[in-house]
T-cell receptor, first 112, second 116 residues
């Protein structure tokens, strides 16, 4: 069973700051996902990583497979980035579908 | 942009009643998932479905839960006799076949189930 730990649990920052959210997991995985959940509850997939680094706009995600660790960075943060950011991992077992194990999420607030 | 749609957005039911939560996955996707999130807690995996059968299920997915793909578009989660602790947000997700099956999962907006 994979344990997914995120830090910090809560983060409040000022607009424009560089944000880092960390995720670690205990068991080797097929892929790691970063997701965003807004106050209304909807979940949006931001990245899926199996190695290296991905960038989309102001968001950057990195993963270190050997260390079982991933980070999500937000550059030039903006109040609209305020949301819960969730790390989730898949453990592909060859069965055809990959149910995800989720972290508890990081509640990010960006103040103007 | 294609999206996963879930209905209803909010379902209120009495304890002991059966509920069916409905999902329409993205049309060319072949893998389907149900997750739930109890208020204030993390999202938990319930079940995955591929090729008209359950692929994987968690300890939460006991005999009172079932899933079905009754036609070419819908994917349903049935809870036979709801309990208070079934109150949660239920998310449906789908993903497309890809090499190595390392797929991005697209989530619906969720159905909030309230059991009274």
């Amino acid at each position: 069973k994979n344990e997914v730990e995120q830090s910090p649990q809560n983060l409040t920052a000022q607009e424009g700051e560089f944000i880092t959210i960390n995720c670690s997991y205990s068991v080797g995985i097929s892929a790691l996902h970063w997701l965003q959940q807004h106050p209304g509850g909807g979940i949006v997939s931001l990245f899926m990583l199996s190695s290296g680094k991905k960038k989309h706009g102001r968001l950057i995600a990195t993963i270190n497979i050997q260390e079982k660790h991933s980070s999500l960075h937000i550059t030039a943060s903006h109040p609209r980035d305020s949301a819960v950011y969730i790390c989730a991992v898949g453990l592909y077992s060859g069965g055809g579908a990959d149910g995800l194990t989720f972290g508890k999420g990081t509640h990010l607030i960006i103040q103007p | 942009e294609p999206e996963v749609t879930q209905t209803p957005s909010h379902q209120v039911t009495q304890m002991g009643q059966e509920v069916i939560l409905r999902c329409v996955p993205i049309s060319n996707h072949l893998y389907f998932y149900w997750y739930r999130q109890i208020l204030g807690q993390k999202v938990e995996f319930l079940v995955s479905f591929y090729n008209n059968e359950i692929s994987e299920k968690s300890e939460i997915f006991d005999d009172q839960f079932s899933v079905e793909r009754p036609d070419g578009s819908n994917f349903t989660l049935k809870i036979r006799s709801t309990k208070l602790e079934d109150s949660a947000m239920y998310f449906c997700a789908s993903s497309e076949i890809a090499s190595g099956r390392r797929n991005i999962q697209y989530f619906g907006a969720g159905t909030r189930l309230s059991v009274l």
